[in-house]
């Protein structure tokens, strides 16, 4: 009787700390998870906003490249018209040129514009997504240590 009596307490007391064990090992293998997602998610996040970064760049280099053949060729025509052609059909030209380089540069502005707007986006899109992963990463972490504070508690 005595034999029962002192068995089947320690067998509680050793299914209750086993369990106990097996929460707190899948808490901790959450949060390691949970911390590697997070950490893959932030480098695949700066790569993607260093590239589109790059994109950025060398969309306005060539927008620049663009205008500065526009008014190259613009210049170059100017000056045949004005050898050839008397001054009256000059003026027209050159305010034809003027309408045409200006539509240029607006067209290439509003290009810039709108690569620089989706940049500002897709970085908007993808520090949302690490916030909310970073803060699942924290309540995962709480949780595991509350786990671990009520299993040492009940022991």
Same mark, same amino acid.
């Given at each position: ?88 059909? =000059? ?38 997504? =690490? ?25």
């Amino acid at each position: 009787m005595v034999v029962v009596v002192v068995i089947v307490p320690v067998v509680l007391v050793v299914h209750v700390l086993v369990v106990v064990v097996v929460v707190i090992v899948v808490v901790v293998v959450v949060a390691v998870v949970i911390v590697v997602v997070v950490v893959v998610v932030v480098v695949v996040a700066v790569a993607v906003v260093v590239l589109v970064a790059v994109v950025v760049i060398v969309v306005v280099v060539v927008a620049v490249l663009v205008v500065v053949l526009v008014v190259v060729v613009v210049v170059v025509v100017v000056v045949v018209v004005v050898v050839v052609v008397e001054a009256v059909v =000059v003026e027209v030209v050159v305010v034809l040129v003027v309408v045409v380089v200006a539509v240029v540069v607006v067209v290439l502005v509003v290009v810039v514009v709108v690569v620089v707007a989706e940049v500002v986006v897709e970085a908007v899109v993808v520090l949302v997504v =690490v916030v909310v992963l970073a803060v699942l990463a924290v309540v995962v972490v709480v949780v595991a240590v509350v786990v671990v504070v009520v299993a040492v508690v009940v022991i």
